[in-house]
């Protein structure tokens, strides 16, 4: 099948371009032709169509093959042109050749015509992939310029030796050498004592062809030294011999100050004492500083990719976690309580706040959660709430302590009196029966006001030896025989300081509480030993102080307590007995008593498994003497004159009786103003008063700063039914001793007896 050919003939005589259309189309060619004389119309046919080549005779009207050569070449630089002549010299042929004419042949041998024009396009053809090449790797040999030089990082061409054959503006910018000062130079960049280091690396890289990455100090132009990564290849001519090698180095400074400043901020969110979690929008957490660990007891790792609301957050309180949901997604910060769990299901309370993250586009990126477990704080406020409802019952009941000792004390002080005087067996016992009834009422009074107000007793060193063993007889008198008893005291076991009476009221109540907690029977342990409480144990704790401590425990193999009511039982009135066995008053009075002897309280107890309780006492660092103490014997008076102030008018005649009953001589005054008329007038006589300290018109206190005013020596005691009397001598100067209401003719009797001495 012939191939078409798109030929422009340049030829003044019709026939010889039939010639030459003939020995084409014997060479399998179909002709489209177009024949013109002229370079007017040779350009005009140039411009207006493609051609695939051009036959072009040498001698033409006006102009010859050459200027037909030249013009055509100007508009179609690629065209192909083959010089078709009747005859053509050497010197012609050349100059044809010369002036881009692909081939020429003789008119009288057209033969070879096809073939002359198959190899013209050829070359033709081969010439314009040629050139394109050409411009192609002009372009990437540009493109590549422009990235040497533009390169943020250092390129170098290195080689065999060492020495710098191409420096780039990167290179410059980066180490401030510029290129003339490199090329043909051992690299500058090479500190000095690394040069033989630098030239080992060369030569690994040309020598083995091995490409490395690798962090090394490099040398800037003004003495810097700074890190650099350094990555190194093998450079290849075109034959594939190694000729050097290419390096590129990038400043790490920069790179290493950011990761520094990351750290370092990392380390902040690990030391802020808050947990951090950060998740993206959907929920899933993308970061976890190392509190957030500790908090919830997942590992960071483990944290990482899961769902914040799976993985911290309770089920049950799903509609909270919508809430907050809600608020982050609108763009606002939350801030509240929000219950949440760690990875063993324990639910604790936290102090929440989740801050929205937004892109520049005002879309969420990320949400920033930081919680704050606020377990003790809560149980600070509970324990506050607790201690406000305690002193509201304590107000109420110091409100009505002292009127209940103003009706005790002159029973009590009755009942010692007619004692002296009974003379057959029933009125002894009826006597007795009415003081233990009395002294019961008062025992219970002063509870009330012990847990009520934290009253203290006197402080006299206290054997626990002794207080077990007093204990340990009460017990094997009382208690039922089915309650085993053991008893574990320490040898040189210290003293506490502290009222006698009230350490064995804390040891009654406990072992009471202990026998009603085994209906059935058990074992009760009673026990004391030496130990010391430090510095560790008060901060974990947050009870106590430093120092030597006695600690008295005091256990059973009862039923226990279950967990919802462990924080209660040292609650005033309350009490787990049925109604009528018990008035909740006993734990509460224990918790007083220990915390007014600067002790505290260990509660240990499980539903089924009994209940531990220790309770520790400073100690005075002294051994406890086992022996017992002797009886006090009633003091008497020698006719000195006492002034009696109380405007009780039973307990002012019978103490007067009993004061006089035991040798004293008394006036008396049922309030402030008539006891300061008295003592004046019988200021020399008056050896001691003895004045109550709620009185109307004048109280007591007044009355001790008027009698002081009076008689700077004046000796005066002080008596209180009511719960701020706690052991110390009231202000101003002169009191020598204090009362609590109802007292005893023994206590009556030592204190004036006392206050005569001093």
Same mark, same amino acid.
């Given at each position: 099948?012939?191939?078409?050919?798109?030929?422009?003939?340049?030829?003044? @005589?019709?026939?010889? &371009?039939?010639?030459? $259309?003939? &020995?084409?189309? *014997?060479?399998?060619?179909?002709?489209? =032709?177009?024949?013109?004389?002229?370079?007017?119309?040779?350009?005009?046919?140039?411009?207006?169509?493609s051609w695939d080549?051009?036959?072009?005779?040498?001698?033409?009207? /006006?102009?010859?093959?050459?200027?037909?050569?030249?013009?055509?070449?100007?508009?179609?630089?690629?065209?192909?042109?083959?010089?078709?002549?009747?005859?053509?010299?050497?010197?012609?042929?050349?100059?044809?050749?010369?002036?881009?004419?692909?081939?020429?042949?003789?008119?009288?041998?057209?033969?070879?015509?096809? &073939?002359?024009?198959? %190899?013209? +396009? %050829?070359? @033709?053809?081969?010439?314009?992939?040629?050139?394109?090449?050409?411009?192609?790797?002009?372009g990437a040999k540009e493109m590549l310029q422009t990235v040497f030089d533009s390169a943020p990082v250092a390129i170098l061409g290195i080689d065999l030796e060492g020495r710098i054959r191409k420096w780039s503006a990167g290179a410059e910018r980066m180490f401030g050498w510029t290129e003339a000062e490199t090329i043909g130079k051992i690299c500058p960049t090479i500190p000095e004592d690394s040069i033989s280091e630098y030239q080992a690396m060369v030569a690994r890289v040309v020598?083995?062809?091995?490409?490395?990455?690798?962090?090394?100090?490099?040398?800037?132009?003004?003495?810097? +030294?700074?890190?650099?990564?350094?990555?190194?290849?093998p450079q290849h001519d075109a034959t594939g011999k190694t000729v050097g090698m290419v390096a590129i180095m990038e400043d790490l400074t920069a790179r290493k100050k950011a990761e520094a400043a990351v750290q370092f901020q990392a380390q902040i969110l690990n030391h802020i004492g808050e947990s951090v979690l950060a998740t993206d929008p959907e929920g899933k957490i993308i970061y976890a500083n190392q509190f957030a660990a500790c908090l919830y007891g997942w590992a960071t790792a483990e944290m990482i990719g899961r769902n914040i609301l799976d993985l911290v957050m309770p089920p049950e309180?799903?509609?909270?976690?919508?809430?907050?949901?809600?608020?982050?997604?609108?763009?606002?910060?939350?801030?509240?309580?929000?219950?949440? %769990?760690?990875?063993? /299901?324990?639910?604790?309370?936290?102090?929440?706040?989740?801050?929205?993250?937004?892109?520049? *586009?005002g879309k969420l990126a990320a949400v920033i959660n930081i919680s704050t477990d606020i377990t003790e704080q809560k149980q600070v406020e509970a324990q506050f709430l607790r201690n406000q409802r305690? *002193?509201?019952i304590g107000s109420l009941a110091a409100g009505v302590a002292h009127d209940l000792n103003n009706v005790l004390a002159p029973i009590m002080m009755a009942v010692g009196l007619l004692k002296t005087t009974a003379r057959d067996v029933p009125e002894t016992k009826l006597l007795g029966t009415l003081e233990t009834s009395a002294q019961r009422g008062a025992d219970l009074v002063k509870q009330v006001l012990q847990f009520a107000r934290g009253a203290e007793g006197r402080q006299v060193p206290v054997s626990p030896a002794r207080a077990i063993a007093e204990m340990e007889d009460v017990m094997a008198r009382t208690f039922p025989k089915s309650i085993r008893r053991e008893i574990r005291v320490a040898d040189n076991i210290s003293n506490i300081v502290g009222d006698p009476t009230q350490v064995h009221q804390v040891l009654l109540n406990l072992c009471l509480n202990a026998r009603d907690a085994m209906p059935r029977g058990g074992t009760l342990t009673l026990a004391a030993e030496n130990t010391m409480i430090d510095e560790q144990y008060v901060k974990m704790n947050q009870k106590g102080r430093t120092g030597p401590h006695v600690v008295i425990t005091v256990s059973d193999t009862g039923t226990g307590i279950p967990a919802q009511l462990r924080e209660r039982i040292?609650?005033? =009135?309350?009490? #787990?007995?049925?109604? /009528?066995? /018990?008035?909740?008053?006993?734990?509460? #009075?224990?918790?007083?008593?220990?915390?007014?002897? %600067?002790?505290? +309280?260990?509660?240990?107890? *499980?539903?089924?498994?009994?209940?531990?309780?220790?309770v520790f006492?400073?100690?005075?660092?002294?051994?406890?003497?086992?022996?017992?103490?002797?009886?006090? @014997?009633?003091?008497?008076?020698?006719?000195?004159?006492?002034?009696?102030?109380?405007?009780?008018?039973?307990? $002012?005649?019978? #103490?007067?009786?009993?004061?006089?009953?035991?040798?004293?001589?008394?006036?008396?005054a049922s309030n402030g103003?008539?006891?300061?008329?008295?003592?004046?007038?019988?200021? @020399?006589?008056?050896?001691?008063?003895?004045?109550?300290?709620?009185?109307?018109?004048?109280?007591?206190?007044?009355?001790?700063?008027?009698?002081?005013?009076?008689?700077?020596?004046?000796?005066?005691?002080a008596a209180s039914g009511g719960a701020s009397t706690n052991g110390t001598l009231p202000s101003p100067a002169g009191v020598k001793g204090m009362l609590n209401k109802p007292y005893t003719a023994e206590t009556l009797l030592g204190a004036v007896h006392a206050a005569l001495k001093r």
């Open positions: 099948m012939a191939r078409e050919l798109r030929v422009l003939i340049i030829e003044d @005589s019709v026939h010889d &371009a039939e010639l030459c $259309l003939e &020995a084409l189309r *014997e060479a399998g060619y179909e002709p489209v =032709f177009t024949r013109v004389d002229a370079l007017a119309a040779m350009r005009k046919e140039l411009d207006a169509k080549v051009v036959l072009c005779d040498y001698f033409l009207p /006006g102009f010859d093959a050459l200027e037909a050569i030249r013009q055509i070449h100007e508009l179609c630089a690629d065209l192909p042109v083959v010089v078709v002549s009747g005859s053509l010299g050497d010197e012609a042929a050349a100059a044809v050749i010369k002036a881009g004419a692909a081939d020429y042949l003789l008119k009288d041998r057209l033969a070879r015509l096809g &073939a002359a024009v198959d %190899q013209a +396009i %050829q070359g @033709s053809l081969l010439r314009r992939v040629h050139q394109q090449n050409l411009e192609a790797l002009a020598r083995d062809h091995q490409e490395l990455l690798e962090v090394k100090l490099r040398k800037k132009k003004n003495g810097e +030294i700074v890190q650099a990564s350094v990555r190194a290849a309180r799903q509609s909270q976690s919508d809430e907050i949901i809600q608020r982050v997604r609108a763009g606002q910060v939350w801030r509240g309580e929000a219950m949440q %769990q760690d990875k063993c /299901g324990r639910v604790f309370p936290t102090s929440m706040t989740s801050t929205p993250i937004l892109d520049t *586009e305690i *002193e509201g040292f609650d005033p =009135f309350f009490t #787990t007995k049925e109604r /009528g066995k /018990g008035t909740g008053l006993g734990l509460a #009075t224990v918790m007083t008593i220990v915390r007014g002897h %600067q002790g505290f +309280i260990q509660l240990r107890s *499980e539903p089924g498994q009994g209940t531990e309780l220790k006492f400073p100690a005075d660092a002294r051994v406890a003497s086992r022996s017992p103490m002797p009886a006090p @014997s009633l003091p008497h008076g020698q006719e000195e004159w006492v002034l009696l102030v109380d405007d009780e008018p039973s307990i $002012l005649s019978i #103490t007067q009786q009993t004061l006089e009953a035991f040798g004293y001589r008394v006036r008396v103003a008539m006891a300061v008329a008295i003592y004046a007038q019988f200021i @020399s006589e008056i050896a001691v008063v003895i004045t109550d300290m709620t009185m109307p018109i004048m109280d007591g206190a007044a009355l001790i700063h008027a009698l002081h005013n009076l008689n700077p020596e004046v000796r005066i005691i």
